[in-house]
């Protein structure tokens, strides 16, 4: 029954190739995001979502693709891995009502790029 | 644009010692403001948030933090730390529901017996 899953949790691929992380919510949000974490433990926001609609975009290459078929997942695929995408992935959500913002964090996916 | 920054990359205490963790936001508009921790390949946890009512605010395993205006401080601190805090903490502010949050850097937290 966990709230935010995140599959896989560790992903090991070559440069050049396509991948996708896949991340699913049970907790009836409205709102799903990406965040990339870097080496230095930094946390930044790569997309958002509302209720399927792209709401955030920041400065990410086009090679990443966010997808959200339904409010409850939101995956992220990545074409063309480069050294650079080296990372943790984490997925969140949010239901967005008055104070009720809290976002609740997915445990996060390893990916490392060789 | 808002912006936090965590004074103290790295924080060591003794067990049993004041944890004070500093936070410091910038913010045009009234912000939330939220401490989270993340443990050792884990995700992060909310562990209190500021949402414009309380000024002080408890959040869990013993810790809370005070929301100052007039600072554009939002502190984190435990009365007595424990072995099991040691962990990276992390600040993060957003200006409404359902927006990005603003991550500070982290601070790690230490705790020696």
């Known amino acids: 029954d966990t709230a935010v899953s995140q599959t896989p949790k560790y992903l090991v691929t070559q440069m050049g190739n396509d991948k996708s992380i896949k991340c699913e919510q049970n907790?009836?949000?409205?709102?799903m995001y990406w965040y990339k974490q870097d080496s230095k433990k930094f946390l930044k926001i790569m997309f958002s979502y509302n209720n399927k609609e792209l709401i955030i975009n920041e400065t990410v290459p086009n090679r990443f693709s966010p997808k959200s078929p339904d409010k409850a997942h939101l995956n992220l695929h990545i074409n063309s891995l480069e050294l650079g995408d080296s990372a943790v992935y984490f997925c969140?959500?949010?239901?967005?009502?008055?104070?009720?913002?809290?976002?609740?964090f997915g445990p996060g996916t390893r990916l490392t790029v060789l | 644009a808002q912006s936090v920054t965590q004074l103290g990359s790295h924080v060591s205490v003794s067990e049993g010692a004041l944890v004070l963790l500093r936070c410091n936001y910038s913010s045009s508009v009234p912000p939330y403001l939220f401490w989270y921790v993340q443990y050792p390949n884990q995700g992060l946890q909310l562990l209190l948030k500021y949402t414009s009512a309380a000024t002080l605010v408890k959040g869990i395993n013993g810790f809370e933090a005070e929301f100052k205006k007039s600072e554009t401080s939002f502190h984190l601190t435990k009365p007595s730390a424990h072995m099991s805090d040691a962990a990276e903490y992390f600040c993060?502010?957003?200006?409404?529901?359902?927006?990005?949050?603003?991550f500070g850097k982290g601070t790690t937290l230490s705790v020696s017996s």
């Open positions: 907790l009836g949000h409205d709102t």
């Open positions: 993060a502010v957003t200006h409404q529901a359902g927006t990005a949050l603003i």
């Open positions: 969140a959500s949010s239901q967005d009502v008055g104070d009720a913002d809290t976002q609740y």
